[in-house]
């Protein structure tokens, strides 16, 4: 029987295996309805003036709608992006033309935990974009 007060002291030790699609799901069911959901793209409004398009799950009766890790990723980077946009967050850096590519230099403070020195560019408009580090 289920209790609301756990004995700590005594808990069992469980084990358990997580599936390889497990935070990419191929189906889902509702918790509040326990229907199998239907597959849904969305277009989510992160702000104003930014849209994110997603896959995920509707349940037909409920409407409620829930995302996969992956998807929910996307999210998570969009709102990251509206922060920065937002709140100004920014550093002025000059650029430096080589005859081929423009570099610029990033402070080592900011990659002191980063391992491997690559940087992924993601454009987010004209003369915009972002850089994070990997």
């Known amino acids: 029987m289920k209790s609301d007060n756990p004995d700590w002291e005594n808990l069992e030790e469980v084990s358990f295996e997580i599936e390889k699609e497990a935070f990419s799901p191929k189906s889902m069911?509702?918790?509040?309805?326990?229907?199998?959901?239907?597959?849904?793209?969305?277009e989510v409004q992160i702000d104003s003036n930014i849209?994110?398009?997603v896959n995920g799950f509707e349940c037909?009766?409920?409407h409620k709608k829930y995302l996969g890790?992956?998807?929910?990723?996307?999210m998570d980077r969009a709102m990251v992006l509206n922060r920065i946009i937002n709140d100004s967050i920014s550093m002025?850096?000059?650029?430096?033309f080589d005859g081929d590519?423009?570099?610029?230099?990033v402070p080592k403070e900011l990659t002191q935990n980063v391992e491997k020195k690559k940087i992924e560019i993601i454009p987010i408009g004209p003369?915009?974009?972002?850089?994070?580090?990997?």
């Not at 890790?69 to 996307?74: D, G, H, I, Q």
């Not at 002025?92 to 430096?96: A, E, F, G, P, V």
């Not at 003369?127 to 990997?134: D, L």
């Open 101 to 105: 590519n423009y570099t610029f230099r």
């Open 69 to 74: 890790l992956e998807e929910s990723k996307k």
């Open 92 to 96: 002025k850096r000059k650029l430096s």
């Open 127 to 134: 003369n915009r974009f972002c850089a994070t580090m990997q």
């Open 51 to 53: 849209f994110v398009k």
């Open 60 to 62: 037909a009766k409920c």
């Open 29 to 42: 069911t509702c918790s509040d309805c326990k229907r199998k959901m239907s597959r849904s793209a969305m």
